[in-house]
């Protein structure tokens, strides 16, 4: 007999979280109620006002449930983060190693660089297969990309990334069309327009899906390659979501862009920024969790995968290149 089938839990309102039985319990402002099983639920993302009573933290702590909180601008503020029940000695030692060792961490911070790049190349060549002129874009990016197994820093190789996001946001416009989400330049914090405002929420929940993938493995999430591991709480969330933004995130608010399922309605201005509303938040986690759910063919694994079993997969790949079962290579995809 099966098990329920798990979800994430995403609270816009203000209230009140606590534990009643074996029931995640949520009263909010308006007073109305909400009893959630907890073997219903996955992880939870906490955007308004929420109190939360240190009894529901231990008994999520003993479900392995995480929570995610973000700010007023739907920023990434930080995670109730369980106790690792998974984690091993030996790989923690392993990833410690890999980072203290220059030559090794700058091979594995190449690898995501690389990631990046060659989905970012296979986001545009799938609308220039549909008649878009980004062919100076996609050269521009293949040409700086060559530059990544020279570099020998992790500093020059930051910069570098950096400059392939600035090549890539130039298609933006071009696949978008639409003077109500002109990219102009990208702003975080906070966001000074629409589209940075969608990007940076897209991408801060990315941080937040791989997060809770980690906890599900042997690895330590403090500990990252591309991205300085120091007082940061979580770095190795971040290395891997590089991969993924192109084909997660920006694909999915071109769909949504272009499909005018969202729209200038759903934002507004606050202190300074722009920001989803509540409508268009609700609507971009709705279409967020049918793209983590929904399936492709796996090159390797020959069979069909959703996304977020995708990221699982890749940390997986991650676990055994430390372990030196396999060298790593990462995942780039076929459309």
Known sequence: ????????????????????????????????????????????YVFGEVSITKKLLEFLGRQGIIIHFYDFHERYVGSFYPKEHLNAGILTLKQAEHYLDNDRRI???????????KNMVKVLEYYINRGLPLEDVKNKILIKAEHIERVNSVERLITLEGNLWEEYYKSFDVIIRNPDFAFVTRSRRPPENRLNALISFGNSLLYSVVLTEIFKTHLDPRIGFLHTTNYRRFALNLDISEIFKPIIVDRLIFQLLNKKILKASHFDEALNGITLNEEGSKIFVKFWEEKLNSTISHPTIGENISYRRLIRIELYKLERHLLGEKEYTPFVGRW
């Open 1 to 44: 007999m099966g098990g329920s089938v798990k979800k994430a839990i995403y609270l816009f309102s203000n209230g009140e979280l606590s534990r009643k039985d074996s029931n995640i319990y949520f009263v909010g402002e308006d007073k109305k109620k909400q009893f959630i099983p907890v073997e219903q639920v996955r992880e939870i």
């Open 107 to 117: 091979n594995l911070a190449r690898k995501f660089v690389d990631g990046l790049g």
